[in-house]
């Protein structure tokens, strides 16, 4: 799979599966812009081939100036992951603040609407486009402590088949991946309870690693994903077999 030329951006890519993923996509040839909040956690990037940018996906500003900043630098926008993510709390529906729902939609749903909104500015002008949002296995079952989680991530899966359709006569592709649990500091989040009923769900007993979701990404941002548009990719150690 050969990225090279290509133009990406990576959203939540200071560390975890963002970065494995900025990592894979770069090493395959891509220029590829990171995106994330954490500023002291881009700093970590020995990467040459990295163009970092501080940025909150909430705010639909900072999102416009990102993929302004990588179009007014390389011309052209060809991939964009929507990963950037946040786990909440793990409590039931009847210990949630309103702010636990809120803050989850607002990062993992509408910070990935925002930068498609604006990705596809770039994409639809030159008629080329790959975009990969990570969603989770959460927005296919639904995992129960974890409601606007779950809730946010289905939404992602909603999103990005609606989406998928306004551009398909375009060479313009919208998929996402749902994993299960991946080692990532996203599990810091999440009560040892709840994580040992997520892991107990998965059929390989293991978690997953970043670079394995990572490899998926690069495929359905390459080229070669050419005849498949607003799918669901498991990626779940068989959790999931639909
Ligand atoms: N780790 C898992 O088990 C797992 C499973 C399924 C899905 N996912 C999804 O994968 C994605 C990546 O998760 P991860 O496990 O690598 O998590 P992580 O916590 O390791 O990394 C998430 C990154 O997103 C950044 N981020 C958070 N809020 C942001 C914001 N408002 N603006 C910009 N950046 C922000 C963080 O700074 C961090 O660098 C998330 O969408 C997550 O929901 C993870």
């Known amino acids: 799979m050969d990225l090279t030329g290509r133009i990406a951006l990576v959203t939540g890519a200071a560390r975890g599966i963002g970065l494995a993923t900025s990592e894979l996509l770069a090493e395959r040839g891509a220029a590829v812009a990171r995106v994330d909040q954490d500023a002291a956690g881009l700093d970590g990037s020995t990467q040459a081939r990295f163009h970092d940018i501080v940025a909150d996906v909430t705010s639909s500003a ?27 709390r793990s ?15 607002a990062i993992n749903l509408t910070g990935t609407f925002l930068f498609i909104r604006a990705a596809l500015v770039p994409m639809r002008a030159q008629g080329y486009g790959r975009i990969v949002n990570v969603a989770s296995i959460a927005g296919k079952e639904g995992n129960p402590n974890a409601v606007p989680y ?31 649990v991946i080692t990532t500091p996203l599990l810091d989040q999440v009560s040892a309870a709840h994580l040992e009923y997520m892991l107990s769900k998965i059929p390989m007993r293991r978690a997953g690693d970043p670079v394995e979701v990572a490899r998926l990404i690069a495929w359905l941002a390459s080229d070669e994903a050419s005849f498949t548009t607003g799918a669901v990719f498991d990626i779940s150690g068989g959790r999931a077999t639909y």
């Open 150 to 180: 779950s809730a946010s991530k289905a939404g992602v899966i909603g999103l990005t088949k609606a989406v998928a359709k306004e551009v398909a006569d375009l060479d313009l592709l919208v998929n996402c991946v749902t994993p299960a």
């Open 62 to 88: 900072e999102v416009a100036a990102a993929v302004g900043e990588v179009v007014s630098l390389h011309g052209r926008l060809d991939i964009l992951v929507n990963n950037a993510g946040v786990a909440g």
């Open 91 to 105: 409590l039931p529906t009847w210990e949630l603040e309103l702010e636990d729902w809120s803050s989850v939609l």
